[in-house]
T-cell receptor, first 116, second 113 residues
């Protein structure tokens, strides 16, 4: 499977500020995604990061709040803008990786964000 | 859109017993159903998946069954061990796209020695 890294692994931020999370994969992948996992909850898809075009956002998530970049096939960033305590969550990137003729989705280690 | 229901939310078993977690989905076009295991503080790890052209898949102590007519799929863990303790999530792909995974709410499995 692909090796996925995220930076930072965790951060504590003040309300009203922004944080950019980086996701790096060790091989080229077509699909990259960003998820949010609130404490003790399930995973919710924020958006699909499209290489060379604007991200595709799920219902309830907007570009102004969660701008995403995907400059190439191995890297993506998610920015959490104008943060409030409700944004405290784990943010995970995932990639769809092809092995053995099938596509499977793997997750990065996550970024634990606390907003004060 | 797709909706995935998962039951039970918590499950406690004795070591060596079997554990079964069930999920239902709403979108008949969904065709990919993975299961992830998440240990405390760690990333979700794919443990098994099934595609709609197969009714059952097994990998050692873990098996998944799929009933497309009833739109439900289940995870079966046999001979449970304490290291199986974790939160398990089922997911379904939305509208046939493997990318847009919709997750169930998770099942916290505790295996008591």
């Amino acid at each position: 499977s692909a090796v996925i890294s995220q930076k930072p692994s965790r951060d504590i931020c003040q309300r009203g500020t922004s944080l950019t999370i980086q996701c790096q994969v060790d091989s080229q992948v077509t699909m990259m995604f960003w998820y949010r996992q609130q404490p003790g909850q399930s995973l919710t898809l924020i958006a699909t990061a499209n290489q060379g075009s604007e991200a595709t956002y799920e219902s309830g998530f907007v570009i102004d709040k969660f701008p995403i970049s995907r400059p190439n096939l191995t890297f993506s960033t998610l920015t959490v803008s104008n943060m409030s305590p409700e944004d405290s969550s784990i943010y995970l990137c995932s990639v769809e990786y092809r092995a053995g003729g099938t596509d499977t989705q793997y997750f990065g280690p996550g970024t634990r964000l606390t907003v004060l | 859109g797709e909706n995935v229901e998962q039951h039970p939310s918590t499950l406690s078993v004795q070591e060596g017993d079997s554990a079964v977690i069930k999920c239902t989905y709403s979108d008949s076009a969904s065709n990919y159903f993975p299961w992830y295991k998440q240990e405390l503080g760690k990333r979700p790890q794919l443990i098994i998946d099934i595609r709609s052209n197969v009714g059952e898949k097994k990998d050692q102590r873990i098996a998944v069954t799929l009933n497309k007519t009833a739109k439900h799929f289940s995870l079966h863990i046999t001979e449970t061990q304490p290291e199986d303790s974790a939160v398990y999530f089922c997911a379904a792909s939305e509208s046939g796209s493997q990318g847009n995974l919709i997750f169930g709410k998770g099942t916290k499995l505790s295996v008591k020695p």
